[in-house]
């Protein structure tokens, strides 16, 4: 996945945040195109959910504070990929290997839809309510 300014919220320390996960599924699609995919799975899913938690936790904050009206919403959407990303990690676990395509790809459809659609809304409630957000260091 490349990043373009389409995916940009405007807000620069949750867009660093977004850019880090292209590059957790362009590491992994990488290793698997170079016959790695299996041990860099692994540690995919190691990171991509503790990334996660604290990615999640870091929007939800801003949401929170800027009284987003579908903050609650937004911390469903998150709820359901923690569940999806525990769930391939519980399969490595137990042995199954073979979901590196399934894992790229549940990341792909989810993070752009997500971003696209979910993040955007509150993109432009930030821009509609001229709100300002601190920058905040990762």
Do not use: C
């Amino acid at each position: 996945m490349e990043w373009t300014g389409d995916y940009s919220v405007g807000v620069e320390h949750i867009d660093k945040q977004h850019q880090q996960f292209f590059t957790f599924i362009n590491t992994l699609h990488q290793a698997f195109y170079d016959g790695r995919g299996e041990e860099e799975l692994r540690q995919t899913l190691e990171e991509l959910n503790d990334y996660a938690a604290f990615h999640f936790q870091s929007e939800e904050a801003m949401l929170h504070s800027i009284k987003y009206h579908m903050t609650l919403n937004h911390k469903d959407e998150h709820k359901r990929f923690a569940i999806q990303a525990q769930e391939f990690r519980q399969k490595y676990q137990s042995g199954n290997f073979a979901i590196t395509v399934p894992v790229m790809d549940f990341m792909k459809k989810w993070l752009s839809g997500h971003i696209l659609n979910s993040d955007k809304k509150y993109a432009r409630f930030i821009e509609d309510n001229n709100i300002t957000i601190e920058n905040q260091g990762d």
